[in-house]
């Protein structure tokens, strides 16, 4: 009776060992899977995040290319005003000499 038992005892161990083996085998398995779908999704993030990087930079050196146009345009404007007021003041003082030879003459 104690031999039968202990037989049946040892099966039973062997049957539980290898059912955990094949467990301890297929978690194993999806852990690896797991893991290769952790490194995919943080290789994408880390692409994605290197892309917004470069769009980032790239919308910075429009901003201040558009601000530098900004300020160019902005002294040229001053520069043009300062023209148009000095041809005004040339234009009124030949307008004043035209007047005073036109008295002149008379």
Do not use: H, P
């Not at 099966?11 to 852990?31: C, G, N, P, Y």
């Not at 601000?67 to 300062?82: A, H, N, W």
Request: hydrophobic content about 25%; aromatic content about 4%.
């Amino acid at each position: 009776l104690s031999n039968k038992l202990y037989t049946d005892l040892v099966t039973k161990i062997d049957d539980v060992d290898s059912s955990l083996k094949k467990d301890v085998k297929k978690a194993r398995t999806e852990l690896d899977k797991l893991v290769t779908q952790v490194g995919t999704v943080e290789s994408k993030l880390t692409d994605s995040s290197n892309s917004l990087d470069r769009k980032i930079s790239s919308v910075q050196d429009e901003t201040s290319s558009i601000k530098y146009k900004q300020d160019e345009t902005s002294v040229g404007l001053q520069e043009y005003t300062k023209q148009v007021d000095k041809i005004k003041q040339d234009f009124k003082s030949s307008a004043t000499k035209i007047e005073e030879i036109s008295k002149e003459m008379k």
